[in-house]
């Protein structure tokens, strides 16, 4: 059974840094692409940013600059930078992995092209 663990979220002041975790155990395949998405309180999940097995990234606009995605192959592992914390960056924070063939250098960015989901781990920024 596939499971990703998640790790690292808290609650920081503005202007402050997290580093998120995330590591998958019980894969049966590679990883093609990962990616962290977000979903703040009665809004829609959105994606933050994703990175291919290459490496190539994708950002949502809003993190540009201020977060970066990294991964480690031979972990299966992807960490989330967060520096420049903003109180709308407060939301949970999903892991998402795919394993299936993607014919694309640019990582998918829709929730719907990832196979496997963690449960979260709430950032929240705040004075």
């Known amino acids: 059974q596939v499971e990703l663990v998640e790790s690292g979220g808290g609650l920081v002041q503005p202007g402050g840094t997290l580093r998120l975790s995330c590591q998958p155990s019980?894969?049966?395949?590679?990883?093609?692409?990962m990616a962290w998405f977000r979903q703040a309180t009665g809004k829609e999940r959105e994606v933050v940013a994703a990175?291919?097995?290459?490496?190539?990234?994708y950002y949502q606009d809003s993190v540009k600059g201020r977060f970066t995605i990294s991964r480690d192959n031979a972990a299966n592992t992807v960490y989330l930078q967060m520096n420049g914390l903003k109180p709308e960056d407060t939301a949970v924070y999903h892991c998402?992995?795919?394993?299936?063939?993607?014919?694309?250098?640019?990582?998918?960015?829709?929730?719907?092209?990832?196979?496997?989901w963690g449960q979260g781990t709430q950032v929240t920024v705040s004075s």
């Open positions: 019980g894969l049966p395949f590679a990883t093609i692409a």
């Open positions: 998402a992995l795919r394993t299936r063939y993607w014919g694309s250098t640019t990582p998918p960015a829709d929730s719907n092209d990832y196979d496997y």
């Open positions: 990175i291919s097995r290459s490496t190539f990234t």
